[in-house]
């Protein structure tokens, strides 16, 4: 009985009972975390006392818990044996970015302070926790570990300033033994005033450097940390507390000022010696908007969304030249919107589904990939100019060269193709062949100034291939997805793994320069911004996360579907996310500069804030 009912009871679960209590219980929101842990608190404890919080009533709402007398306890065995400790436990380690460090951690009744978080992997572990619900014990990890972190950078300071004192000291020695050489070498004023004059430049040239970079590290390290304060006081709160975010919003505007004068002559987003107050202020702003706290007059919108498509929108691309972007989905529809989100034009593709929509670099035309084997060449207004045939099966992707000469597309037959489309409108019939690849090609990309082509198989297999069809070379790496840079920084290509590493490639040599880990532990896809400076990758959890080249994280975007496919703006200051169930959304991607305009204006309506913010949003 226990074997049917129990282990194996999904084959035997009809009508669906305990599918629906799972997939409530496991539903991905900003509550997963604490509801997962307070239901494991009851499986440990037995029964609890019930507070009204909104993890509880879910937990209630399923069906997998109930309230006797004034204890909360699990409904009944059978939920408490398929439901069970290992079940959860096995799903919180899929959740953290940090399970295994915790775990280590609380079993030593928290005093094993190698387990707690540095560096990069506190940062990924705070931008992790933004927008969830999190448990005590999750809160303390986290906790503790910025206190680690606060001590080791203090240690930092220590010996940044013995470092200083010792070039103080040794500039005082020079000056010492400058005057000693000059009262012995009177006879030779002229020349030994030159050389003392050069060794004592040179000490306190020396002094002054050794300075500079003290103090550079140590604003550096206080601006990252205010950030990750203020961005930590958002994301604790349980709920959606005004006063919270508000004070927390006070702390990034803060440490925001302070890193604009401390960038003032690095432009590069690459170059910023810490960028958590970009990230602070762009998810305290996205919390504080989802809270309807701001006015419209406040500040502008920065995210709109509409209805695009029946079912998934399997691609969005803007336009090189006008204010307008094109999508297409599996209704078999391809439609062109400006960007308020007013329909222009559509029309059907007659390609069983579109699963690609590219405008041509001229903006004249767009090409589409279809599920029917077939790529076509569209008009603006929808007119068929060519129908390419040449790959066998679902056609995956599409690419045109940077002068718009060459088409190249892909599909699931294990083949690439080359199409010239020099002659268009007039009909376009062969193509050349890329062979060789595993299976199914996910994805096919011309290089920004078009000498070369890259493909990518259904075995995260990277090629490199000349015009002609020849096999370059092959990359030493197995990939999720990859992009170029635009033609004006030809030195970059990227590619991101499945398990989120980023990779950054020389072009010329096709050699890696660079890793860094993302926070996406199942990543679809990577895509550069046109100038370059930013690059966005998507996963699987509903997130698109913006990074600069040093690896470090900018910004956040959470949308309420799976995200399908992104496009940026040809501005970089916009970027478009097609998602699973036809939604569009078109989100503004802002600066520091920005960032801290908005988060001034909010306050502007806020009497009880205004000593405060008149000082620090002079």
Not at 67 to 85: D, H, W
Not at 232 to 251: F, Y
Not at 469 to 493: E, M, N, V
Request: glycine share 6%.
């Amino acid at each position: 009985m226990r074997l049917k009912i129990v282990e194996n009871w999904e084959s035997q679960d009809v009508p669906e009972h305990l599918s629906t209590i799972r997939d409530r219980l496991f539903k991905e929101n900003q509550r997963i975390v604490r509801r997962l842990g307070l239901y494991q608190q009851i499986l440990e404890q037995t029964e609890i006392v019930p507070d009204g919080s909104a993890e509880q009533m879910e937990l209630r709402l399923s069906g997998l818990i109930v309230k006797r007398g004034e204890k909360l306890t699990i409904s009944n065995p059978i939920y408490q044996a398929v439901f069970n400790q290992h079940l959860i436990e096995e799903k919180l380690e899929k959740l953290s970015p940090y399970s295994e460090a915790i775990k280590v951690w609380l079993n030593s009744s928290c005093e094993d302070y190698s387990q707690l978080l540095r560096g990069d992997d506190l940062q990924a572990a705070l931008v992790w926790a933004a927008g969830k619900s999190l448990r005590n014990e999750d809160f303390q990890f986290l906790t503790a570990s910025q206190k680690v972190i606060l001590s080791d950078q203090n240690q930092l300071l220590h010996s940044a300033t013995l470092e200083t004192k010792k070039a103080v000291y040794d500039a005082e020695k020079a000056l010492i033994e400058a005057d000693s050489a000059q009262q012995k070498a009177k006879q030779w004023i002229g020349i030994g005033s030159a050389v003392l004059a050069a060794s004592l430049l040179t000490a306190i040239g020396f002094s002054t450097l050794a300075y500079q970079r003290f103090k550079l590290a140590q604003a550096s390290i206080e601006i990252e940390q205010n950030g990750s304060d203020a961005l930590l006081l958002a994301v604790s709160q349980k709920t959606e507390n005004s006063e919270a975010l508000s004070e927390a919003l006070l702390r990034a505007i803060a440490s925001g000022k302070k890193l604009k004068t401390l960038v003032k002559n690095k432009p590069k987003l690459e170059q910023y010696p810490a960028t958590r107050p970009l990230l602070a202020l762009q998810i305290i702003l996205d919390k504080i908007s989802d809270t309807q706290q701001l006015k419209a007059s406040l500040i502008p919108p920065i995210k709109i969304k509409w209805q695009a498509h029946k079912g998934a929108v399997t691609s969005v691309s803007f336009s090189p030249n006008r204010q307008i972007l094109a999508t297409a989905g599996i209704d078999d529809q391809v439609r062109i919107w400006n960007f308020s989100g007013q329909k222009i034009a559509e029309w059907k593709a007659l390609q069983q589904s579109v699963n690609m929509v590219t405008f041509s670099p001229n903006g004249k035309f767009l090409a589409t990939a279809g599920r029917d084997s077939t790529v076509k060449i569209w008009n603006l207004s929808g007119k068929n100019i060519s129908t390419l045939k040449g790959i066998q099966g679902s056609v995956t992707s599409i690419s045109f060269s940077p002068e718009g000469k060459l088409l190249a597309a892909a599909g699931i037959d294990s083949y690439a193709a080359i199409w010239d489309l020099s002659k268009l409108p007039q009909l376009v019939s062969s193509s050349l062949k890329l062979p060789g690849h595993n299976g199914l090609v996910r994805s096919v990309n011309f290089s920004p100034n078009g000498d070369f082509i890259t493909t990518l198989d259904g075995k995260s297999t990277v090629r490199l291939w000349n015009l002609s069809g020849k096999l370059k070379k092959t990359l030493p790496i197995q990939a999720i997805g990859l992009s170029f840079t635009p033609a004006q920084h030809q030195y970059r290509f990227a590619t991101v793994t499945l398990n989120g590493k980023v990779g950054l490639w020389n072009l010329s040599e096709k050699e890696l320069v660079k890793e860094f880990q993302t926070l996406h532990f199942d990543a679809k896809s990577i895509s550069f911004s046109p100038d370059g400076e930013r690059l966005a990758t998507v996963g699987i959890d509903k997130t698109v996360r913006l990074w600069n080249l040093a690896g470090r994280q900018v910004a956040q975007f959470e949308f309420e579907e799976n995200v399908v496919s992104v496009s940026w703006s040809r501005d970089g200051e916009q970027i478009a996310v097609a998602g699973s169930n036809g939604t569009v959304w078109l989100r503004q991607v802002e600066g520091l500069e920005e960032l801290l305009k908005q988060s001034c204006n909010f306050f502007t309506t806020q009497p009880k804030y205004f000593t405060r913010v008149s000082t620090i949003c002079k």
